[in-house]
């Protein structure tokens, strides 16, 4: 079975540019989330989706982040425009749904965004 | 205050040895722990849940102390594959079902 995976792995762009991270979930994961790890801090939740619903968006930290998961499949993160404190590592998870309790979240392998 | 704080380590170990990580939370409402395993440049993998009686998956004991939220991993033989950063990882299913990280102890095993 296919892991989580993540386009592009890296992407280096000047700063006021627009970027667009893509996810691909395991299939059948109703669960997607984003996070982000920001050079010498820990990785931070950014938001999730439950399908194509945005369950949870109190991560993001300003509206330079726009994210998508049109038809509940992959999701997209849009970034514009970036900053430089926008640089670090962007990771997808995805999880199945449950009623109750919590499921395993696998992540994928990361977008290092550069933003000079 | 981190919600998650871990000694950042380095811990450098010989081959064989045992090793101890500690981790302590702040959220008390916190209801699911787990410790992650990330290899240099590479995704948070899970490695093992931990559970309030404690649980052990080969060379690997997870102990969880809910009164002093306080978390702990020991590993037994330590292998060269072990090199890695050890992610401790808590969750509060009433706030959602979002990961809540520390930074991470990372440890090199030598032979």
């Known amino acids: 079975e296919a892991g989580v995976t993540q386009f592009p792995s890296h992407s280096v762009i000047e700063k006021g540019q627009t970027v667009t991270l893509r996810c691909d979930p395991i299939?059948?994961?109703?669960?997607l989330y984003w996070y982000r790890r920001v050079m010498g801090k820990e990785i931070k939740f950014l938001l999730h989706?439950?399908?194509?619903?945005?369950?949870?968006e109190s991560g993001m930290p300003n509206n330079r982040f726009l994210a998508e998961r049109t038809g509940g499949t992959y999701s997209t993160l849009k970034v514009q425009p970036a900053e430089l404190e926008d640089s670090g590592v962007y990771f997808c998870?995805?999880?199945?749904?449950?009623?109750?309790?919590?499921?395993?979240?696998?992540f994928g392998p990361g977008t290092r965004l550069t933003v000079l | 205050r981190k919600e998650v704080e871990q000694d950042p380590g380095p811990f450098n170990v010989p081959e064989g040895a045992t090793v101890a990580f500690n981790c302590t939370y702040s959220n008390s409402a916190s209801q699911s722990f787990f410790w992650y395993r990330q290899d240099c440049r590479k995704e948070p993998k899970l490695l093992m849940s931990v559970y309030s009686s404690g649980n052990e998956d080969g060379r690997f004991t997870a102990q969880l102390n809910r009164a002093s939220q306080y978390i702990s991993l020991l590993i037994r033989d330590s292998k060269l594959s072990d090199s890695a950063t050890y992610l401790c990882v808590v969750n509060d299913l009433q706030a959602g079902t979002a990961l809540i990280f520390g930074k991470g102890t990372t440890l090199s095993v030598s032979s």
């Open positions: 998870a995805s999880s199945q749904l449950r009623t109750s309790g919590t499921d395993t979240q696998y």
């Open positions: 989706f439950v399908k194509e619903s945005k369950q949870d």
């Open positions: 299939s059948g994961h109703d669960n």
